[in-house]
């Protein structure tokens, strides 16, 4: 992707940090274009000190890395998150903020609505995939992935494992025992960056995916673990048998079922996708 986005004709720097798997943003840029203004910079400032005086966090969260100025040399400047962007749109009193305001109120309503009624949650999913393009097979199956996946952190939870890092670590164990790679590994293979990997999975990596968490979820009720150590040998034990399932269906296709295809072609995600040869 490029290091430029492109907002109705204007450009905002942007840069990936891949270690965070986030882009950040110039703020001058982001302010320049909601607010118009013929002198972003200063806006920026102004409206900085402001939110400082408000005990805003969105200032706190700025961080400053280098991107190429106008004049083609690499300048420290003000850069905000995803996350950090979106605050910051919501600070901005301008026509052009409006369209995306309103998308934040929505998205918020809609989160209301699935905590109240999580087959909404659900039926939205569907429908967000459709929109996408991927095919009707490939969305029943990601679907069902994703209970599995929402069994498993359960049953992590069950065993003290309640934040979203040491889940990272622990899918990193298992992942890396079925796939032979870390999830970050797996997603360079397939050229991604803040996409998600299994969005981006054949159906039989899903699949494959599916039987490590599920077998995770099973031995972990069966074990007990009580430390965090246990729970890795766990997930380790419950990707090893993804990975003999692997194994097994390479040997019986000749083929290596670890693909480099991605969401790009998403009608190649399904069964009769092309396999990498051995």
């Known amino acids: 992707m490029s290091n430029v986005k492109i907002f109705e004709d204007r450009k ?10 986030e882009w950040y943003f110039s703020v001058v840029d982001v302010c320049g274009i909601l607010s118009e203004s013929e002198d972003p910079r200063n806006y920026w400032k102004v409206l900085k000190n402001r939110l400082k005086k408000e005990g805003s966090e969105l200032v706190t969260n700025c961080n400053q890395l280098k991107m190429q100025a106008e004049d083609g040399k690499m300048r420290v400047t003000d850069v905000l998150d995803t996350k950090g962007v979106l605050r910051l749109i ?15 109120a929505q998205i918020g309503s809609e989160r209301l609505e699935e905590i109240a009624d999580p087959e909404k949650a659900i039926l939205r999913g569907a429908d967000f995939y459709r929109a996408k393009g991927y095919t009707e097979g490939w969305i029943n199956q990601r679907l069902q992935s994703i209970e599995m996946r929402k069994k498993l952190t359960d049953e992590w939870q069950e065993r003290g494992v309640d934040n979203e890092k040491d889940y990272a670590i622990l899918t990193n164990e298992m992942t890396r025992a079925w796939s032979g790679m870390t999830v970050q590994e797996y ?18 990596e899903l699949t494959l995916n599916q039987l490590a968490e599920v077998m995770t979820t099973a031995l972990s009720k069966q074990k007990q673990p009580s430390t965090f150590n246990e729970n ?10 993804a990975k003999e399932t692997r194994v097994n269906i390479e040997s019986r296709l000749n083929q290596n079922v670890i693909s480099p295809i991605n969401a790009k072609d998403k009608a190649e995600l399904e069964v009769k996708t092309k396999l990498v040869n051995n």
């Open 90 to 104: 919501q600070s901005i009193p301008s026509k052009n903020a409006e369209p995306f305001k309103m998308w934040l």
């Open 232 to 241: 890795k040998r766990v997930a380790k034990e419950g990707g090893e048998v």
């Open 187 to 204: 997603k360079e293979f397939k050229e991604l960056k803040k996409e998600n990997l299994r969005d981006n999975m054949t159906d039989i």
């Open 12 to 21: 905002i720097r942007s840069l990936w940090d891949g270690a965070k798997e």
